[in-house]
């Protein structure tokens, strides 16, 4: 079976949205690769200079991942050249990055659609998919709804930990009683409303 299908496996078991999961370390584990090619590459780095660089979501991440300083160096000095040179300043066509993910995305989608089963029954106590991603996603009407059924479970689990967290967290003497679920609530509300993996990533273990 597929290593997609294990890491995806895993984290439809686990809290918050297991694409958003994916994705982050998906983009992280990319960009290494990526700056080596640009740097090591110029048809590769001329291709980035055309398209513009990186999209602002994507600039962010490079920026917190810091593949390779010398590689961002050289890569942003090339485009800042470009830049100055050009009086007709280029607009970002096409973000390397969102490119990766525009095709790991239909993989993940084949393997949703193809073993769907499994991965309900792992679904966890608080798993859900995020706004962006339940349209993201294109998967037969009947998965869709019922993926959006399983969310819709786990946000009311959710909610009422959020619940309880506040009202603890409103009476000191109750703070000490405040679970790992309940602190977890608010920010799993955060990336549910975000669609975006906010706290740190889950690792995607390498199986053979
Ligand atoms: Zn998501
Ligand atoms: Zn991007």
Redo the contacts with the bound molecule.
């Keep these: 079976m597929d290593k997609t299908y294990y890491d995806l496996l895993e984290l439809f078991s686990e809290n918050g ?1 297991p ?2 999961s994916y ?1 982050k370390t998906f983009e992280e584990q990319s960009l290494d690769g990526l700056f080596y090619e640009f740097v090591t590459d110029p048809e590769i780095r001329q291709k980035l200079r055309d398209q513009g660089g990186f999209c602002q979501d994507h600039l962010r991440r490079v920026f917190d991942t810091r593949p390779s300083i010398l590689g961002m160096s050289i890569v942003y000095e090339d485009l800042l050249n470009t830049y100055l040179k050009n009086e007709n300043h280029p607009t970002l066509k096409n973000c390397p990055l969102c490119n990766l993910w525009k095709d790991k995305i239909h993989h993940l989608e084949n393997i949703l659609q193809k073993h769907w089963k499994d991965f309900k029954n792992v679904w966890g106590k608080y798993t859900f ?2 706004i ?2 339940q349209n993201e996603l294109q998967l037969t009407p009947s998965i869709s709804s019922e993926l959006r059924e399983q969310t819709l479970k786990s946000l009311k689990n959710i909610d009422e930990n959020l619940k309880s967290f506040i009202q603890k967290f409103d009476y000191q003497a109750n703070k000490d009683t405040i679970s790992i679920e309940e602190s977890n609530s608010w920010q799993e509300v955060l990336e549910f409303f975000a ?1 975006q993996r906010l706290r740190k990533s889950h690792r995607i273990h390498s199986r053979k």
């Design positions: 949205c694409i958003c994705k998919v995020c962006i991603h669609s």
